[in-house]
């Protein structure tokens, strides 16, 4: 069963990590569209950041997440206000118990304060209780900042491959990560 929220709290500044409300999906569209804009405009075709956001950050297409199983959805407020998120799921046949970070992305005026290792914590957190063994994600290989921050988290190096996206292959790398009793902790 989920918690209600589970709450971080950083020294100089409060903010809140919960779980995701059907109330939360349009801040959280919103996130999507200034967040991959200013992320991916020099990699990713606009018709096809445009495309995709569209398709993929409809409120619709995102509630079932909400309250699905398997499914561990998170914002982060600071103050009162959304200006992150951070999506887990259980992936590949249940009897391997793993999972993949599908999004996880902060408005850029709020990135280096601790809310996505916050958004991280609270989610292997989660996949700990859920007995999940290992957590995969996938960022696009030019997004070196991205890669760092995953690997500052411990995860590693896994495969790299290809991803049509609209007209458009990106070259993702895909890194895992134990998922461990300690993390149950965090």
Request: charged share 20%; with cysteine.
């Amino acid at each position: 069963m989920k918690k209600e929220f589970d709450s971080q709290i950083s020294p100089t500044r409060q903010h809140l990590v919960r779980l995701a409300t059907y109330d939360d999906l349009s801040q959280i569209a919103h996130i999507a569209r200034t967040t991959w804009d200013a992320t991916y405009n020099q990699t990713i075709a606009l018709e096809n950041r445009r495309e995709f956001l569209a398709r993929a950050y409809k409120p619709e297409n995102l509630a079932d997440a909400i309250e699905a199983a398997g499914h561990w959805f998170y914002v982060a407020e600071m103050g009162d206000q959304v200006v992150g998120f951070g999506h887990f799921l259980q992936r590949y046949h249940p009897s391997q118990r793993r999972a993949e970070l599908v999004r996880l992305y902060i408005l850029s005026d709020f990135q280096s304060l601790g809310l996505g290792t916050a958004i991280l914590k609270t989610g292997f957190r989660a996949l700990a209780q859920a007995r999940i063994e290992q957590c995969f994600v996938s960022v696009q290989s030019s997004n070196i900042s991205a890669r760092k921050f995953y690997e500052r988290h411990s995860f590693v190096f896994h495969r790299s491959h290809g991803q049509f996206l609209g007209t458009q292959i990106i070259t993702m790398v895909e890194y895992v990560r134990p998922i461990t009793e300690m993390d149950s902790l965090l």
